[in-house]
């Protein structure tokens, strides 16, 4: 009897053998069977389909996550009638369905709140002061705003049955921004020297020096005190946010997942990402179940293989229980065998899935490639 197992074995591991080398020499791709897609997408797609013959599409190209516009840059809510019954079918086909949710713009907002606004650095050609800039961008620490956040987010979690809260522009848009009253106190509260920093601007050499030509960058790369106590009071702004909206979804849904979407620079050089955003894939991944690194190529004049070097940079940088979902681009001209290499590139460089941006700029032949993928 022993015999006969020992030669059963034998002929198993045999046969195994054979097929995992026969399967192998077959293989065209190296992208494993379940590799997650999904899509970003505007609530006004709901209004141009109907609900059934977006998820149908979904289905049909093997989309397993969908990133839907909750709250965007003009600050209005999507249709809760819409959004019930968008997720309820989605996940009917198993779809996943993660709220999305812009953070540093909201219109409505800012015309409640006109003093919430951002201030631009001294600029010798407009003001040799920090000056406002009157637009939808809020500044994030002006004292009210956090809990208007938290507020909103409450709310998609407590009426929707979401499988995660995804944020995007979370950070700063350029480091000449959020010299504001209340930005100059809290620094100076850390130690930094608020006047030697509005220094840097207040003449146009200066402003040439240090802003056209990103001689700011430079000082935080080689430790100027203030420059480093500035930059980081702004990344821990950021993270503070964050903290406070996974504690928020601990207390009401401890079991969704918070993701955002990041800037691509940070993957490859931080010391600019975190000048310029805020935004610190090492520190910041640490409270994140997933980011998105948005690595629009075209967007930044690059060839499709960059996505794999944005890939490669994020996950070397972030913690190890966050994911890393690309961040690929289907807009403006972007073709089909253009959008499978992209996905191709982001696998190749480790990415735990793709996510495509977005729901209404997908031809038909990019549909069929993402289908194929």
């Known amino acids: 009897m022993k015999k006969f197992i020992t030669r059963y074995s034998i002929v198993l591991l045999l046969c195994l053998s054979f097929s995992l080398v026969y399967s192998g020499c077959n293989r065209e791709k ?17 209004s141009d389909e109907d609900v059934q013959t977006v998820v149908n599409k979904l289905v049909e190209n093997n989309i397993h996550q969908v990133y839907f516009l909750v709250k965007g840059t003009a600050g209005k809510k999507t249709s809760a009638e819409k959004l019930t019954e968008f997720i309820t079918q989605a996940h009917a086909e198993k779809i996943k369905v993660h709220l999305w949710y812009i953070i540093s713009d909201d219109d409505v907002y800012m015309a409640a709140n006109p003093q919430a606004g951002i201030y631009h650095c001294p600029n010798p050609s407009v003001n040799t002061r920090p000056y406002p800039m009157n637009n939808n961008k809020v500044n ?10 938290l507020d909103n987010i409450r ?10 809260i995804h944020l995007d522009c979370i950070r700063y848009s350029h480091f000449v921004y959020s010299f504001d009253p209340y930005s100059l106190q809290k620094a100076a509260s850390l130690g930094c020297d608020t006047i030697r920093l509005l220094g840097f601007f207040d003449t146009e050499p200066n402003y040439t020096n240090y802003v056209t030509n990103n001689g700011f960058v ?7 005190p203030d420059v480093v106590k500035w930059v980081e009071m702004r990344k821990d702004v950021v993270y503070d946010y964050i903290e406070a909206i996974r504690e928020t979804i601990e207390q009401i849904k401890p079991d969704l997942e918070l993701n955002a979407a990041f800037m691509p620079e940070g993957a490859t050089d931080p010391a600019y990402s975190d000048v310029f ?14 980011i998105s690194p948005m690595a629009y190529f075209k967007s930044f004049g690059k060839s499709t293989d960059w996505l794999q070097t944005i ?9 190890p229980q966050c994911k890393i979902y690309s961040g690929v681009q289907a807009f403006d001209g972007v073709t089909a065998e253009q959008l499978k290499e992209q996905i191709q590139y982001s696998f190749d460089g480790g990415a735990e899935g ?11 032949d990019s549909w069929k490639a993402i289908k194929e993928e």
């Open 30 to 46: 190296t992208e494993p069977a379940g590799f997650p897609q999904g899509v970003w997408m505007w609530g006004n797609a709901l």
């Open 140 to 149: 994030l620490l002006y004292p009210p705003y956090k809990e208007y956040v």
């Open 277 to 290: 955003y805020a935004q610190n894939y090492k520190l910041h991944s640490t409270i994140l179940d997933m």
């Open 311 to 319: 890939t490669e940079g994020a996950k070397g940088l972030v913690d």
């Open 155 to 164: 709310y998609f979690l407590t009426n929707f049955n979401c499988d995660g």
């Open 218 to 224: 430079n000082l935080y790369v080689d430790g100027d």
């Open 354 to 364: 793709i996510i495509v941006f977005r729901y209404g700029t997908i031809t038909d």
